[in-house]
């Protein structure tokens, strides 16, 4: 089946260069030229471990093809997905524009029948709007159409993982019909015929995934049912952590035991500075303003946004406790993106971090292996150092606010000795309290006893 990819962002790379890499036919459409010119060159313009190799392959062999004539590519399509951006509005509902612009000229080029799948996050009952548009604007009697949710549960840093080998397929569907054409799509996937880029013909055992087939409405409520739980689950761990701090205990050993219970399970509950991104908190947020307008009380949800967004202040409370006065001091900062493994700065708890310590007069050095070009467009004020060692070189504290694995493995005597002050405030509990302590740094971390 010939597949239309709509959006070039995140979730369009990754959606078009799996579904080529399985063997797909794919061209991949966006309305910026600069990101297509850069595409057509074969360059990604966002970093996500096995995305450039898939896509490189895939086009070497013919199976996608990047342009920015989106009617051709409408036309061209069977099954077209939109994957385009529905990022928050000032309220925090999410701005559903630009899947309206797309469902008209999807409805005025198709000259066929076509299975139009919504991949991108919106909230319940859009694929019923889409519908509307598409047959409200649709005048060509050939051109039928078939609205199918397919949410996507991709993590950054793991997304094309997620997608080959994801743990379930989620397809909301109105007409049977509809079910089997996605059951097509996703057939490499779902009986694991492929030839896998990540695992080189030795995927790990395990049965297959199972695609959940459901109605419109709940495909949809799926998506953001997740995001918020995983959410509420962060934001739980960080106020356990905040108890075992006063209360004497450690969050770390507490969730272990926790994740032990098969029906709470070991994932997201890791204490810290708190979740950010560019799915969770906003996907949170549009599920709170939803259940609202619905007149559905979700105070639970507003309960978890409301600990993410002090997270940052108690941390920086920590080390105005610390540091006495941030004015004048010079704060080392690794760690830029909202977890590792990306490039993506977006909502990072890094930049707000940022923000404030700037306000209140420190001093910056900053280090990140991947997001040094992207937080430098947003303050150029921060000194970008070559390394975590050049960062913390001088400095009166070092904050930790992304848990790279790089980070861990740094020799922290050098650390020490090339510090003013030996003051480590470990935002992701990444070092081990005690041996940190042991080097004699004055080490702090969340939730733990140090
Ligand atoms: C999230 C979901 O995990 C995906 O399933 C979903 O498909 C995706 O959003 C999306 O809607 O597109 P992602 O934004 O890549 O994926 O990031 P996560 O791995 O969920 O992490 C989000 C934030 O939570 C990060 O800042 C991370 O550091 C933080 N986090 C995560 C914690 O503080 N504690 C944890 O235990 C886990």
């Not at 051109?143 to 949410?151: C, G, I, L």
Request: charged share 25%; hydrophobic share 40%; net charge neutral.
């Amino acid at each position: 089946m010939r597949i239309s990819v709509i959006g070039c962002g995140y979730v369009g790379l990754v959606t078009g260069g799996c579904l080529a890499s399985v063997g797909h036919q794919v061209t991949c459409v966006d309305v910026d030229p600069a990101k297509i010119r850069m595409l057509e060159a074969g360059k990604i313009p966002i970093y996500e471990p096995h995305l450039e190799e898939i896509i490189t392959t895939s086009r070497r062999e013919g199976r996608i093809s990047f342009t920015g004539d989106l009617p051709r590519t409408i036309r061209e399509g069977e099954a077209i997905f939109i994957c385009v951006g529905t990022p928050p509005l000032e309220n925090g509902e999410a701005d559903l524009s630009a899947i309206d612009n797309v469902a008209r000229v999807i409805a005025t080029e198709a000259r066929g029948p076509k299975l139009v799948i919504e991949k991108s996050t919106v909230p319940v009952q859009t694929g019923q709007q889409l519908k509307r548009a598409l047959e409200v604007y649709g005048k060509k009697a050939e051109a039928k159409f078939q609205v199918v949710s397919n949410p996507e549960f991709l993590r950054e840093g793991t997304a094309v993982l997620d997608f080959i080998h994801p743990d379930r397929i989620v397809v909301g569907v109105e007409e049977e019909s509809a079910g089997k054409q996605m059951r097509e799509i996703y057939r490499p996937i779902l009986e694991k015929k492929f030839v896998c880029p990540i695992h080189a013909g030795s995927c790990p055992p395990g049965a297959p995934p199972e695609m959940i087939i459901t109605t419109i409405n709940s495909s949809e409520l799926i998506k953001h049912a997740c995001n918020s739980f995983l959410a509420l689950k962060i934001s739980y761990a960080n106020v356990l952590a905040d108890l075992c701090e006063r209360l004497g205990g450690d969050v770390e050993e507490v969730t272990r035991a926790m994740g032990m219970d098969p029906r709470i399970g070991p994932y997201f509950l890791k204490a810290g500075i708190g979740f950010g991104g560019f799915c969770l908190p906003k996907d949170l947020q549009a599920f709170v303003r939803l259940a609202e307008r619905a007149g559905i009380d979700f105070t639970l949800l507003r309960e978890a946004e409301r600990v993410n967004r002090e997270r940052i202040e108690q941390f920086l409370a920590k080390l105005r406790r610390a540091l006495w006065v941030l004015k004048g001091k010079q704060v080392g900062l690794l760690g830029l993106t909202f977890k590792a493994n990306t490039d993506d700065i977006r909502f990072a708890p890094s930049m707000e971090i940022i923000r404030r310590l700037l306000a209140e007069g420190a001093s910056l050095r900053a280090y990140d292996p991947q997001a040094m070009e992207k937080a430098r467009a947003v303050y150029p004020t921060v000194n970008y150092t070559v390394d975590a060692y050049e960062a913390a070189a001088g400095a009166d504290a070092l904050l930790i606010a992304t848990e790279w694995e790089e980070f861990r493995s740094l020799n922290w005597q050098r650390v020490r000795d090339s510090m003013l002050r030996p003051l480590v405030m470990d935002g992701r509990n990444l070092l081990d309290a005690a041996k940190m302590t042991a080097l004699g740094f004055e080490y702090h971390s969340i939730g733990r006893q140090n």
